[in-house]
């Protein structure tokens, strides 16, 4: 079109949108995709190797690659640099010196907030002050903090949060993963091959596994088991008795709304009223 908002052209080689004012002046391509804007917000260049966005003024002056993903700003936010293996992002300020990367990934605070190093094998996380001390690894994970909130170790083979007051006293472990707390909201115990929630009150008494996920409430709520081959979800009242399951999805409910079973082979919605009874596949 000629006027208000865009000249268009669209093609699956080629796509592009141009408008003659204010909000952008755009050209996509599925190999190159740019997007340019001749005022405040945005002049951009997007490309599936290379993705660009830049701005002309305060918020951010950014260029992203799919190989490398930058983005930077002029002023107080961020001064920023993403790559797939090495993502970073600086700030000239208060908030964050920050570099990212996929095999090492940091970032650094020059005052109080956070001193922090992250990175695939050893993910680090410190503050120099009260809220926390932490060290991330892939293989150890772990955050400490020096008063009220956490003591935490985290580890790909054994995650452990551990506070030293009514919060939470929790480990956790990619193939054991456990959470206890002291009180009232839940004594859990999560685990990659056996998960489980378990709470003392009302909400939920639960238990959670890879293969085998279940929830469990003692009330009104949902009796439920979850499953990665065999996912279900049960209740005890009206709103849903319902079995999930990976290959099988199935979803019953006694009452009014809907009968229905899910898979994923077969995917099949039943009602017992008016709206609809249905067959997905």
């Not at 990934?105 to 695939?120: A, E, M, P, Y």
Request: proline residues 3%; positive net charge.
């Amino acid at each position: 079109s000629n006027n208000n908002p865009q000249r268009s052209s669209f093609s699956c080689c080629k796509t592009r949108i141009r408008s003659n004012n204010n909000p952008q002046r755009s050209s996509f391509s599925c190999c190159k995709t740019r997007i340019r804007s001749n005022n405040n917000p945005q002049r951009s260049s997007f490309s599936c190797c290379k993705t660009r966005i830049r701005s002309n003024n305060n918020p951010q002056r950014s260029s992203f690659s799919c190989c490398k993903t930058r983005i930077r700003s002029n002023n107080n936010q961020q001064c920023s640099s993403f790559s797939c293996c090495k993502t970073r992002i600086r700030s000239n300020n208060n908030l964050q010196r920050s570099s990212f990367s996929c095999c090492k990934t940091r970032i650094r605070s020059n005052n109080n907030q956070q001193r922090s190093s992250f990175s695939c094998c050893k993910t680090r996380i410190r503050s120099n002050n009260n809220q926390q001390c932490s060290s991330f690894s892939c293989c150890k994970t772990r955050i400490r903090s020096n008063n009220n909130q956490q003591r935490f170790s985290f580890s790909c083979c054994k995650t452990r949060i551990r506070s030293n007051n009514n919060l939470q006293r929790s480990s956790f472990s990619c193939c054991k993963t456990r959470i206890r707390s002291n009180n009232n909201p839940q004594r859990s115990s999560f685990s990659c091959c056996k998960t489980r929630i378990r709470s003392i009150n009302n909400p939920q008494r639960s238990s959670f596994s890879c293969c085998k996920t279940r929830i469990r409430s003692n009330n009104n709520l949902q009796r439920s088991s979850f499953s990665c081959c065999k996912t279900r979800i049960r209740s005890n009242n009206n709103q849903q008795r319902s079995s999930f399951s990976c290959c099988k999805t199935r979803i019953r409910s006694i009452n009014n709304p809907q009968r229905s079973s899910f898979s994923c082979c077969k995917t099949r919605i039943r009602s017992n009223n008016n709206p609809q009874r249905s067959s997905f596949s």
